[in-house]
């Protein structure tokens, strides 16, 4: 079975004549066969650019009266900023504000409102690789740039502000700071006549100053500053233009926090020769610094950062709250701005991936797994009691929680608390949505959520009722440990039929697959593309491998993983050997495909066990960890002396694919962009001289001029794809008959 890859010409009259009997040949073959296992589902292939035409949101941001919502959005290519309008739960208004028709490859972020909701400020373009270049994945000669831009939400033409800039917006009034060098930059939007004024140096700091964070009342700037093997934290006084140091020890401080009424500054401490943390508070007025709590002094109690996702210190309502993975999960804490001990706001066996506060200070929504491990469920929890309202739970994926400010005034609903998110299930691709979380009379809702609002529907076309969804499976590793991973059985098969399978591997290698569309771009497509597969046939089987996430902190650092000596590569023997034994699957037509730390596993299978796994597609993959590390450390594998570093090189090495290139049979499509800011172009480049020099394994190529590591160019996408599943068919079928 073949699915449609591109448009064709329309067949000439013989040829119909010829096709005609070929289905009357077929529908009497068919006729004797079984039934189908699943005859409810009826087969009906769809097209790449169907699948993959549903876009994905990114940068969910309110407005701080809560009646305005934007998002980023990126169409097959085409990136906008979107913006939906209130008040209320009445959001009729959702219209496209910038018009950015072509896939150029220019991407969007830093997504920000003004304070009075007026105007978002927005950046364009790529950041700059290694040799200082913007990536320019259409080879423009005239080049491409990254610039800060503004657009009101009347929808008039976008202006552009500065250059590669990465802005910190006042809370008080439209004004921007940003560091550069030494120099922190202030840039006012509402200068004289209306007119933006250029951006002015606004003070300095040697050595420079990083993690710019305003005072609530816009009249003070906290900041750190590294200086040789310490950071230290500032205060800037634009009252009267002074700078002072808060903090001044042999530690690293940072992640400075405002208390909400502006009189203290909580922040992080990896104290000089401790493994753990501590959570300081200091007065901003004369400094005077606390230690509240100190975690263990041991690896599992280190910072852990965003390790699982996109949060870090926060001060709430008389509350500090940050993560910490002590537990064996990373979870989120509260401790009590007077000291004392953590409350686990989150129990139970599941992580924490996003958490941001409410608008009030006075509750944290969490994006986690702890209520089902394959999914991603959204809570709200009230941080006076610990009290959790589920705002989405079972088999969505929800994720990026912005809250909106409390609705009080000016006719609107009082009390009223909105909660904007992207969603997503194994049909229905990501999309902005908007629910209702308001307590009621002081209490956990215990009746159901307001009904879901989707404010970005889906493009005609997309094969929503085409899709499949896919099971939840565990099987074990050879040393035991129980392997998860999301099984695609094709919507059409016979009984007792055997299909060719396909085992996918993410990469990170700190990721976990989910039971729908992924919560990241990269993986939304390689859902879609699995989706694909299934339709045109394949068995598919999508593995989280040991070293990912999601499942606690032994399977995140399990020992010789990676570089070190490849211990996750069992989970992927054990998936090969696991899919040999389902009666859907031929034991014989086992492929792998895969892109980063997975195109690393996909050469790995392939070079040690081509008996188990026959072809295999390479996105961008690691091929000899020793050469990466290199690559990593600025030009030589890291280490204190040269035996350590000869050492390292030689476990390296041996845990990398080209160090069994001698016993690679199997034929491999190896897909890079020549711009990839990850993995060095130049490793396909030496895996495929390698084989080439070998002789006898079938390579194909496939390279994107100017593109990065994830794609910028949707079509780019299609192509590598469209590449991949014709390279599976020809190996997995066609070579066998099938």
């Known amino acids: 079975m073949r699915c449609p890859r591109r448009s064709v010409q329309a067949p000439t009259g013989h040829v119909l004549l010829h096709r005609l009997c070929l289905v009357l040949l077929l529908a009497a073959t068919l006729a004797a066969l079984p039934i189908l296992t699943s005859p409810d589902l009826q087969a009906q292939s769809f097209s790449l650019e169907q699948v993959l035409s549903a876009g994905f949101p990114t940068e969910v941001v309110v407005s701080s009266d809560g009646t305005r919502i934007a998002w980023l959005f990126d169409e097959e290519g085409r990136r906008n900023v979107w913006l939906a309008t209130g008040p209320g739960t009445d959001w009729k208004q959702v219209i496209r504000l910038t018009a950015y028709q072509e896939d150029d490859g220019q991407e969007l ?18 950041s700059r690789n290694q040799d200082g270049a913007f990536a320019n994945p259409l080879s423009l000669p005239q080049g491409v740039t990254r610039d800060l831009w503004l657009v009101g939400v009347d929808g008039s033409e976008p202006i552009r502000l500065a250059g590669d800039v990465d802005p910190v917006m006042s809370p008080t009034d439209a004004r921007l700071v940003w560091s550069s060098g030494e120099t922190v930059w202030l840039l006012e939007l509402d200068g004289p006549g209306g007119d933006v004024p250029p951006p002015r140096p606004f003070f300095q700091v040697r050595t420079g100053a990083e993690e710019l964070r305003w005072s609530p009342d816009g009249t003070r700037l906290a900041l750190s500053s590294n200086r040789d093997g310490r950071s230290i934290l500032g205060l800037f006084d634009l009252r009267d233009g002074s700078l002072r140091w808060l903090t001044n020890g042999a530690d690293r401080d940072f992640l400075p926090r405002w208390s909400p009424d502006g009189s ?53 309502e008389n509350q500090l709250i940050f993560p910490g993975g002590w537990s064996g999960w990373n979870h989120l804490y509260a401790l009590p701005e007077m000291g004392g001990v953590p409350r686990d706001l989150t129990p139970g066996e599941g992580i924490v991936e996003n958490a941001v506060l409410s608008p009030q200070g006075d509750a944290v929504y969490v994006s986690t797994n702890i209520s089902g491990i394959d999914h991603r469920q959204l809570a709200r929890i009230r941080l006076r009691d610990g009290e959790i309202q589920w705002v989405e739970r079972g088999a969505a994926i929800a994720w990026a929680p912005v809250p909106a400010a409390r609705f009080g005034t000016g006719g609107r609903t009082p009390g009223l608390d909105l909660v904007a998110y992207i969603r997503s299930t194994a049909t229905e691709p990501a999309r902005v949505c908007l629910r209702d979380v308001t307590y009621p009379e002081g209490r956990v809702r215990t009746t159901a959520l307001s009904e879901v609002r989707i404010l970005s529907p889906l493009p005609d076309g997309f094969p929503r009722d085409r899709l499949v969804t896919p099971e939840a499976v565990v099987f074990p590793a050879p040393d035991g440990t129980p392997i998860h991973g999301q099984l695609f059985l094709p919507a059409q098969r016979r009984r007792r039929e055997r299909q060719p399978a396909v085992i996918f591997m993410h990469g990170g290698s700190r990721r976990q697959m989910l039971l729908g569309w992924h919560n990241r771009g990269y993986y939304h497509n390689a859902y879609a593309f699995n989706q694909y597969l299934a339709a045109c046939g394949y068995v598919v089987l999508s593995v989280n491998y040991r070293s990912g996430i999601g499942y606690g902190t032994a399977f995140r650092e399990p020992p010789d993983y990676g570089w070190q000596g490849a211990s996750e590569y069992q989970d992927i023997v054990a998936a090969g050997r696991w899919l040999q034994e389902r009666p859907e699957v031929d034991p014989e037509r086992i492929g792998l495909w895969g892109g980063s730390y997975g195109g690393y596993l996909t050469a790995l299978g392939l070079a040690r066990d081509s008996d188990l796994f026959k072809a295999g597609v390479d996105f961008h993959g690691v091929h000899d960890w020793s050469e990466q590390l290199a690559w990593w450390a600025g030009g030589q594998v890291p280490g204190p002396t040269e035996a350590a570093r000869d050492s390292i090189a030689r476990v390296a090495f041996q845990a990398s694919p080209v160090a069994a290139i001698d016993s690679w049979r199997s034929p491999v499509l190896v897909i890079h962009a020549d711009d990839d800011r990850n993995v060095p172009f130049g490793a396909t480049i030496d895996l495929v001289a390698r084989l080439r020099r070998k002789g006898d394994v079938p390579v194909h190529e496939l390279y994107f001029p100017d593109d990065v590591h994830g794609f910028l160019l949707h079509r780019n996408w299609l192509e590598a794809y469209r590449t991949a599943a014709d390279f599976l068919d020809r190996y997995l079928k066609e070579a066998r008959g099938g």
């Open 109 to 126: 972020s830093g997504l920000r409102f003004t304070p009075d909701g007026t105007r978002l400020v927005y950046r364009r373009g790529s």
């Open 264 to 316: 203290r500054i909580a922040f992080i401490r990896q104290p000089a020769g401790w493994q753990g943390f501590a959570v300081c508070l200091v007065d901003a007025a004369g400094g005077g610094e606390k230690e509240l709590w100190r975690s263990p002094d041991e690896e599992a109690g280190a910072y852990p950062g965003t390790i699982d996702g996109s949060y870090d210190l926060m001060y709430g």
